[in-house]
Structure formats: C-alpha cells, structure tokens
C-alpha cells in the first residue's frame, strides 16, 4: 500500500521568501514521486517527478524537490516566491510492479503569497 | 494542440439519473484515469486503464463504471448517482513506460452537482 501526507494544509509566504512544502510518503517498493500544481479552475501540470535518477530534482518554475528515503519525505521548495506561485500543490506516489497505474495524492496544500 | 477534454465541464442532476462523463485524448496515450476531488482529500483515484480494454480499480471505485473500447476515449458512467458523488473528476492520461514515471496530462475537470 502507498499513501502521502502534506503537512500544512495552508501556508502563507510574502513575495520573496523562501517556499516549503512538505510531503512524506509511505510505499512498500521504491516510490516515484510527483509535485503537481493546480490553478484555480484548472486542471493539474507536472511541476517535477522522482524516478531514482538523482535525490535532488529540478522543476519548472524554480521549484525543486529533494528525496531523502531515511525520512520517507520529499519536499517542494522554491527560494523566492512569486505572486503567481500562488496556487494549490499535490504531491503524489506511484509504484511500480503489481501497482502500476495506480497513483495516490496529498491532501494538497494551498499556497498564498503576499506582496 | 496536445490536450485532454472532458465533458460537460458542469453538471446539475437528479439521485438515480444515469450518466455518462465523457474523456478523449489526442495524444495516443496508453494509460488513462479517473480521479475525484474533493476538499481536505486531494484527488482520490476511481479507475484506471492500461490499454484498450484494459481497466482497473483504484481507491474509489464504488458507484463508478468505465470502459475502455478506443485508445482515445474513457468514459465515466455514474448509474445510479447519489448525492455523495457530487464533487469535481478530473481525467488523465499518460504514456506507459518501463516504470510509472510518466507524467500524467490532466483535463480541465468536470464538475458534478447530484440533488
């Protein structure tokens, strides 16, 4: 079984700050794992994905995610928020073997940028 | 242009009128899935396809039919809708690689509202 759990359901940043979201995960295989955004009213887009390659991973945006397997986390950073940073996040786990196909998200966490 | 659409993108009904939430891809994606919104929960997945008469269920598949006759299309079918299946579905699709890594192209969502 996978699962994933965003700390902080809100978190609020002004223009400029340092961003961190926080995700941990559970899976009895080797994970890949995804940090995904959504607008309002949209659907949701790839920010970057873990697929063992290399801890550290690079996203669009100035995004980054690092995996650390001792803590079982992966959290979203970004070193100066934007205001069109504002959105809501969802990191989610896959696996693969018998469970591929299926993936499991956060709860999201909705971020907020002030000026 | 690359893209997933679903339709209707909004929709009011009544408990126990069957239907029917439409998803095409034109990307010749292997891997499609259904997914479900709802607030403080994330997405939750409903059903999953691998190929061409292929399918599967994923967290939530209660309530919920699909079928996958066409590499392009999935379709949602809600039999008998109860009030608890009001919420906004989210349809997705990727290739299927060598592991689950493939980002998911995700459409503009569907809103469903059941009395």
């Known amino acids: 079984a996978q699962s994933v759990t965003q700390l902080g359901s809100h978190v609020s940043v002004s223009e400029g700050a340092l961003v961190l979201l926080r995700c941990n995960y559970s899976?009895?295989?080797?994970?890949?794992l995804f940090w995904y955004v959504q607008y309002p009213n949209q659907g949701l887009q790839l920010l970057l994905k873990?697929?063992?390659?290399?801890?550290l991973v690079k996203g669009i945006n100035g995004f980054e995610a690092e995996f650390k397997k001792s803590e079982t986390s992966f959290h979203l950073t970004k070193p100066s928020a934007h205001m069109s940073d504002a959105a809501e996040y969802f990191c989610?786990?896959?696996?693969?073997?018998?469970?591929?196909?299926?993936?499991?998200f956060g709860q999201g966490t909705i971020l907020t940028v002030h000026p | 242009e690359a893209q997933v659409t679903q339709n209707p993108r909004y929709l009011i009904t009544v408990t126990g009128k069957k239907l029917t939430v439409t998803c095409s891809q034109n990307?010749?994606?292997?891997?499609m899935s259904w997914y479900r919104q709802d607030p403080g929960l994330g997405l939750r997945q409903i059903y999953y396809?691998?190929?061409?008469?292929?399918?599967d269920k994923g967290d939530v598949p209660e309530g919920y039919k699909v079928s996958r006759k066409e590499k392009r299309n999935f379709p949602l079918i809600l039999e008998s809708p109860s009030p608890n299946q009001t919420s906004l579905y989210f349809c997705?699709?990727?290739?299927?690689?060598?592991?689950?890594?493939?980002?998911?192209?995700f459409g503009d969502g569907t809103r469903l509202s059941i009395l």
């Open positions: 396809s691998m190929n061409v008469e292929v399918t």
């Open positions: 899976s009895s295989v080797p994970p890949y």
């Open positions: 990307m010749n994606h292997e891997y």
């Open positions: 997705a699709s990727s290739l299927v690689g060598q592991g689950p890594d493939q980002p998911q192209h």
């Open positions: 989610a786990v896959s696996a693969g073997g018998t469970s591929y196909g299926k993936l499991t």
């Open positions: 873990y697929t063992s390659a290399a801890t």
